[in-house]
């Protein structure tokens, strides 16, 4: 093909695919070649006048209009990057190169959209960094925030929110929720008629655009809500169950989402389903090996890390602690005369009495088999213990209905204090523990008090007990 010679330069800049402009000292478009409607949905006239940071994301304009001042100031640049909205909405990645003309007081800049390229680079740093973040984060919420600072890194990321599906519970749940007009919404059964609950239960992308809205808020119900002008949805899917979704919203007309978002967005959500599941799983391990998995109590380990952070407090602060050593009595005959199961059953609801009884601030564990330990933080005196003690006599000692069967045990209770007792946690749990042993050969259903004598050597060792039996209480069955 033989070039036309006589073809005029502004022609032949239409020609190009990158986009060819001249702005003011102020960034005004003064003149834009025809490729502005390829990469920025513009035609050339509807940009002219417009200023370059009018169309540019915020988050890029300060550091542009620095980067100007530099330009202008004679130091050309040749491939610095930044963003702008397209005029349907999404964004468009720009390398530029740019040269400021003294003697015409004016910019030349040439603007090439690597879109595509940041795209697949941001992908492929997403994937990576969500999977660092699933081992790194110390939980589920610093992972949920990390997972939204990279998708606000691909796409508009203002209103976003992660919703959870528990299928046993039929149960939608939002764990993190950032909207700018609505708070988050209540746990919700998958027949709610919202559009997060669509997505779990189709297991399918689904886009909402002031196009297509109206036709699919018919189809699955109304909204509760400010409707978004976009509403991006995503679900996030393990295997082949759908645990719940990813969702972006947008309430300005400037921010739009397309299908190469969604397609984005659905990229990311594999990842992140991926790395929910880990971080769920991992939390479960260390709460399996900290904590009784029948009870949900602390365990014996964990039980004694407290105790030793609250004896360290007592000692710099001058406070006193007690510790309450539990054993139920004719545990072993109930088991074997109803079984393992009723067993269970009792300790399971033995642990929800004990929490009825002590503060928030105190801790209950369950050091093995039938035994447990109670730990009561910041005591007045030591009648502060024996008040606990004898409402934990009475609420364990009535009557247990397991499985249709009236099955009945009380509790024998040994009590240490510190600093009376002991200033060491093993040993305020050993005399605990052996105060306990005392009740229980007294005939159970009672507490002991651990007593104390200095030897030469200044250690402390028990060597009587005060006994107190249970109150007598009304026939409750």
Same mark, same amino acid.
């Given at each position: 093909m033989t070039s036309n010679p006589h073809l005029p330069h502004d022609k032949l800049l239409d020609l190009l695919l990158d986009v060819v402009c001249v702005v003011d000292v102020?960034?005004?478009?003064l003149s834009v070649s025809a490729a502005s409607e390829r990469v920025f949905g513009f035609r050339p006239d509807e940009m002219i006048g417009r200023t370059a940071y009018e169309m540019m994301h915020p988050a890029d304009r300060d550091a542009s209009r620095a980067l100007v001042e530099r330009i202008n100031s004679g130091e050309p640049s040749h491939d610095h990057e930044n963003r702008y909205f397209h005029k349907d909405g999404h964004i468009v990645h720009i390398?530029?190169?740019? !040269?400021? $003309?003294? =003697? &015409?007081?004016?910019? *030349?800049g040439v603007a090439r959209d690597i879109t595509a390229r940041k795209r697949a680079?941001?992908?492929?740093?997403?994937?990576?960094?969500?999977?660092?973040a699933a081992h790194s984060a110390g939980d589920l919420q610093a992972l949920y925030e990390r997972v939204?600072?990279?998708?606000? !890194?691909? $796409?508009? =990321? &203002?209103?976003?929110? *992660?919703?959870?599906?528990?299928?046993?519970?039929?149960?939608?749940?939002f764990p993190y929720y950032v909207d700018q007009f609505d708070a988050p919404p209540l746990p919700q059964s998958l027949d709610s008629g919202t559009l997060s609950a669509e997505v779990v239960r189709s297991g399918e992308a689904m886009l909402l655009?002031?196009?297509?809205?109206?036709?699919?808020?018919?189809?699955?119900?109304?909204?509760?809500?400010?409707?978004?002008?976009?509403?991006?949805?995503?679900?996030?899917?393990?295997?082949?169950?759908?645990?719940?979704?990813?969702?972006?919203?947008?309430?300005?007309?400037s921010v739009r989402y397309n299908e190469h978002d969604k397609e984005l967005l659905q990229f990311v959500s594999n990842q992140v389903a991926t790395a929910i599941e880990r971080k769920r799983t991992h939390s479960r391990l260390e709460f399996l090996a900290r904590y009784d998995h029948l009870t949900e109590l602390p365990n014996r380990a964990l039980f004694l890390d407290r105790l030793q952070n609250s004896l360290q407090r007592a000692q710099r602060d001058d406070l006193r602690l007690a510790v309450l050593y539990i054993d139920m009595d004719n545990f072993k005959q109930i088991n074997d005369t109803f079984g393992h199961t009723?067993?269970?059953?009792?300790?399971?609801?033995?642990?929800?009495?004990?929490?009825?009884?002590?503060?928030?601030?105190?801790?209950?564990?369950?050091?093995?088999?039938?035994?447990?330990a109670v730990l009561l933080d910041n005591i007045g005196k030591r009648e502060d213990a024996i008040l606990v003690a004898e409402k934990i006599l009475d609420t364990l000692s009535n009557?247990?209905?397991?499985?249709?069967?009236?099955?009945?045990?009380?509790?024998?209770l040994g009590i240490a204090i510190y600093p009376e007792h002991a200033k060491d946690e093993l040993e305020l749990v050993r005399l605990a523990d052996e105060a306990m042993y005392v009740a229980k050969r007294d005939g159970g259903k009672r507490f002991k008090i651990a007593g104390i004598?200095?030897?030469?050597?200044?250690?402390?060792?028990?060597?009587?007990?005060?006994?107190?039996?249970?109150p007598t209480l009304p026939n409750r069955e």
């Open positions: 102020e960034g005004r478009f390398m530029w190169s740019a !040269q400021w $003309l003294e =003697a &015409e007081q004016v910019r *030349v680079e941001a992908m492929q740093a997403a994937m990576y960094t969500i999977s660092e939204h600072e990279v998708i606000g !890194q691909l $796409l508009p =990321a &203002e209103n976003f929110f *992660v919703a959870l599906y528990d299928a046993a519970a039929d149960e939608l749940s655009t002031p196009e297509t809205a109206e036709q699919m808020l018919k189809k699955i119900g109304r909204v509760a809500g400010k409707h978004s002008l976009d509403w991006l949805g995503v679900p996030l899917i393990l295997g082949t169950e759908t645990i719940g979704a990813l969702v972006l919203q947008s309430y300005s007309g009723t067993g269970d059953h009792l300790l399971q609801e033995v642990a929800q009495r004990l929490k009825q009884c002590v503060r928030e601030s105190d801790t209950i564990g369950r050091l093995g088999g039938d035994e447990f009557s247990y209905i397991l499985n249709d069967k009236t099955v009945i045990s009380a509790p024998s004598s200095a030897i030469a050597n200044d250690q402390l060792k028990p060597t009587t007990c005060t006994t107190r039996p249970a």
